[in-house]
């Protein structure tokens, strides 16, 4: 059965520092776009951040951009998130997702992703 599996969310002060942690388990992830979501109270579910495989290349929401970087491990089948200079705006709820094996392409859109975490909340205070 795959699974993953975050952690590290919790309440910060803006401007403050997180680093969320998703563990796989059920099959190896290391030939697969690994990527984060998050999705805000009555908001859509959006797009954070992606890793590729093979040579890693990376890529980001605008409103991210330059405050988180996306990591992955595939010894241990885990992708992280740095997140600094947080901001009010992105507390959420913040999902793992892990797309088809083989695949490098990137995509914003939930629907293209297979595997999902059960999430974890990320608030920031003002």
């Known amino acids: 059965q795959v699974q993953l599996v975050e952690s590290g969310g919790g309440l910060v002060q803006a401007g403050g520092s997180l680093r969320l942690t998703c563990a796989g388990s059920?099959?190896?992830?290391?030939?697969?776009?690994m990527t984060w979501f998050r999705q805000a109270l009555g908001k859509e579910r959006e797009f954070v951040a992606a890793?590729?495989?093979?040579?890693?290349?990376?890529s980001y929401a605008e409103s991210v951009k330059g405050r988180f970087t996306i990591s992955r491990d595939d010894a241990k089948n885990s992708v992280y998130l740095e997140m600094a200079s947080l901001k009010p705006e992105d507390t959420a709820v913040y999902y793992c997702?892990?797309?088809?094996?083989?695949?490098?392409?990137?995509?914003?859109?939930?629907?293209?992703?297979?595997?999902w975490g059960q999430g974890t909340q990320v608030t920031v205070s003002s």
């Open positions: 890793v590729t495989w093979g040579p890693p290349r990376s």
């Open positions: 059920g099959r190896s992830f290391s030939r697969s776009v």
């Open positions: 997702a892990v797309g088809s094996p083989g695949i490098t392409a990137i995509y914003s859109i939930p629907s293209r992703y297979d595997y």
